[in-house]
């Protein structure tokens, strides 16, 4: 948690610094490598590719948020003990899906990232976060937060 306070303390001091899918860095690139193959690794159940794309300690975060359920986990142990079964018994490996992101936002600063995106997934849209730090040369994600906000009731103005 310190260091992801740390990370919105950084960023408040070095915003804007990336935003567009078409002016991609070369870290640009490398961390949405990371942020893909942790989505399609999730869903075409290949959990050990899933685990390595995230960093394994206690500063973890990982909140998703639909309608009818609320997944909140602050340890990589408790994330790894829910969401191994998940990936490997519960997600079809022949299941077809696609993934398509909009409005990213990349923002770096020294070893870590945040990055925003609107996603589609197979017609479920939600809007997403993802929080990455650079360890040993690699980025790993340290927080996940998904809110399906579609899934909601809309509320009238009147």
Not at 1 to 25: K, Y
Not at 139 to 144: E, F, G, L, T, Y
Not at 147 to 157: G, M, N
Request: with cysteine.
């Amino acid at each position: 948690m310190i260091r992801l306070l740390f990370l919105f303390a950084i960023l408040q001091l070095t915003i804007p610094v990336s935003s567009q899918t078409d002016n991609f860095t070369g870290e640009d690139d490398a961390i949405m490598t990371v942020v893909k193959n942790e989505t399609q690794s999730f869903f075409m159940g290949e959990y050990e590719d899933w685990k390595n794309c995230w960093i394994h300690s206690s500063d973890i975060y990982f909140e998703w948020i639909r309608s009818n359920v609320h997944h909140f986990y602050t340890d990589w142990s408790d994330l790894d003990r829910v969401m191994r079964p998940i990936i490997t018994e519960n997600v079809g490996k022949s299941d077809a899906f696609y993934s398509l992101r909009t409005d990213v936002k990349i923002m770096q600063a020294e070893n870590m990232a945040w990055v925003t995106y609107r996603q589609n997934l197979s017609g479920d849209k939600s809007d997403e976060q993802r929080v990455l730090v650079k360890e040993d040369g690699d980025w790993k994600i340290i927080m996940v937060t998904v809110v399906a906000s579609e899934t909601f009731p809309k509320f009238d103005s009147n």
